[in-house]
């Protein structure tokens, strides 16, 4: 699921911003209205908590582009996933900044607790220690008016997702976090591996704490090591899936990060000996480079072109008269635009 884009379903253009819900989050929504077709009393509950997990995970991410936006970092598209988002928000530039986008999205959520508690609390006497202290048994959650209800579920919702980002995890925010933190000291690709590697022992400890955690039975509709271990199933294969990444994009700048025009001395003398030295791999690497530049020019080339016509439709019928493929075309175009303008 490296292109994680191509999971998920367009919910339009926000503020210029692509909105895209990833199949996850719509795989735990259908999974969740199915355990309450158990019980038909918390079927009508469930919906309503469906929805405000949607509105909760916006927030998130509205946090992030918000803090990405203020920072100078461009924002394209976001992926909703039932934590958070499935991308990154923003172009990782350097540590400082990123992490504070990594954290504007807990925050966000963070403050609509602190909006909702001191209501619950003052306005309707809600037992919030009861209702927040252990996320998998939340105390009088169902009790009072259907209003109440909501309030209750929104507050436990968002605390729940900070709670979760607060895991030193890749995907999730604190992962990066943790990333950024070590960046400085350690590089970026050390740094990036090292929180792969501590979110496999994290995914490890959430499987061994659903096994240990008693099943609380007053509220939940599964048991509590079912959502954990299915967070650390996705914690495991999202943190393998980025040290890939880190791995692949190394091997890239090595192969294709050279001048070769200016011969092989510098590939000669960061390689050695190796299997990069030898002169059948150099021919081989060379005509390899040429060909994808050569295409990546007639794409980029072909594209502009077709820019010129969708933005003659945009103009005379408007955003609605444009096909997905069209507004990505003028989302990569446009972002090409301002990258050649920051290189100039």
Known sequence: MRDQSSWSLSLGRWGGVQVRLHALF???????????TR???????????????????????LGHTLAALRLGSSVEHVVLGPVGGMVPVGQIQDPHRDLLIALAGPVANMLVCLALAPLLYFCWNVDLIGLLKNPFNPQDMMDGAAWLV????????NWSLVLVNSLPAFPLDNGRVLRDILWP???FRPASLAVSRVSKVTALALIVLGYLIEDPKPFTLMTAWFPLGMLALFIFFSSRQESERVE???????????????????LEQAHGNSKFSMNGLRSWLEKRRLAKETRRREIEAEEERRVDGILAR????GMNALSMEERNLLDRVSARYRNRQRAE
């Open 26 to 36: 719509m795989a735990v929504g259908l999974g969740a209205i199915f355990l309450a």
């Open 39 to 61: 019980e038909p009393d918390m079927l009508f509950h469930v919906l309503v908590g469906v929805g405000l997990l949607l509105v909760s995970v916006i927030i998130h991410e």
């Open 150 to 157: 909501a309030l209750k579920i929104a507050c436990w919702l």
């Open 185 to 187: 000291s350690f590089e």
């Open 248 to 266: 692949e994009n190394e091997v890239e700048d090595d192969l294709f990060g050279y001048d070769f025009s200016q011969g092989y001395t510098s």
């Open 314 to 317: 945009l103009h005379s019928e």
